[in-house]
T-cell receptor, first 118, second 115 residues
Framework: AQKVTQAQTEISVVEKEDVTLDCVYETRDTTYYLFWYKQPPSGELVFLIR??????QNEISGRYSWNFQKSTSSFNFTITASQVVDSAVYFC???????????????FGKGTHLIIQP | SQTIHQWPATLVQPVGSPLSLECTVE??????LYWYRQAAGRGLQLLFY??????ISSEVPQNLSASRPQDRQFILSSKKLLLSDSGFYLC??????????????FGPGTRLTVL
């Protein structure tokens, strides 16, 4: 069985602070993919990143960066110099390539509600 | 790029009434389609997925059903709603793909309140 844990239910920081959202996952598959999505108040999930289990290089996209560490089964997300527009619920998700194939969906964490105060 | 439409955006229904939520997609052919539900304070739960017309797989037992009458249309239904069916329903797709590990793109969602 797969599991994604986002231990931080809610984080509140002041604008311009850096903030890291934690994600810990569990899977028995050796080939899997990790995702981060942003859910603003409007509700629609916005795709941020997809990373496969064989690529442990950290990734940076503007103010966003991701730290993937297989040794600790973590895929953490950092926002540098946070802005009010970053306020949202952020979801970490996992999808594994089962030996039986198929089109199963993503396994999501429960999300972290990020509040950026002006 | 693909676009996902969901209708209606918001719905308030009494317990025991029927339900029909629609998801239509543009800009892609032969997508895998998914229905998720997000209950208050919880993450997203996969309800159904479809790899093609008429092909539906259910992930959890429930009083909901899904159908895919056309390649780009995915419908979520219920004959009698329960209070526990309240939530935010999201339709998602992986474009022209048979791999669950491809990126899923989500529609705007339907917020359902059952009273």
């Amino acid at each position: 069985a797969q599991k994604v844990t986002q231990a931080q239910t809610e984080i509140s920081v002041v604008e311009k602070e850096d903030v890291t959202l934690d994600c810990v996952y569990e899977t028995r598959d050796t080939t899997y993919y990790l995702f981060w999505y942003k859910q603003p108040p409007s509700g629609e999930l916005v795709f941020l990143i997809r990373r496969n289990s064989f690529d442990e290089q950290n990734e940076i996209s503007g103010r966003y960066s991701w730290n993937f560490q297989k040794s600790t089964s973590s895929f953490n997300f950092t926002i540098t110099a946070s802005q009010v527009v970053d306020s949202a619920v952020y979801f970490c998700a996992l999808s594994a390539l089962y030996s039986g194939g198929g089109a199963d969906g993503l396994t999501f964490g429960k999300g972290t509600h990020l509040i950026i105060q002006p | 790029s693909q676009t996902i439409h969901q209708w209606p955006a918001t719905l308030v229904q009494p317990v025991g009434s029927p339900l029909s939520l629609e998801c239509t997609v543009e800009g892609t052919s032969n997508p895998n389609l998914y229905w998720y539900r997000q209950a208050a304070g919880r993450g997203l739960q996969l309800l159904f997925y479809s790899v093609g017309i008429g092909q539906i797989s259910s992930e959890v037992p429930q009083n909901l059903s899904a159908s895919r009458p056309q390649d780009r249309q995915f419908i979520l239904s219920s004959k009698k709603l329960l209070l526990s069916d309240s939530g935010f329903y999201l339709c998602a797709l992986t474009p022209d793909s048979k791999h669950s590990t491809d990126t899923q793109y989500f529609g705007p969602g339907t917020r359902l309140t059952v009273l």
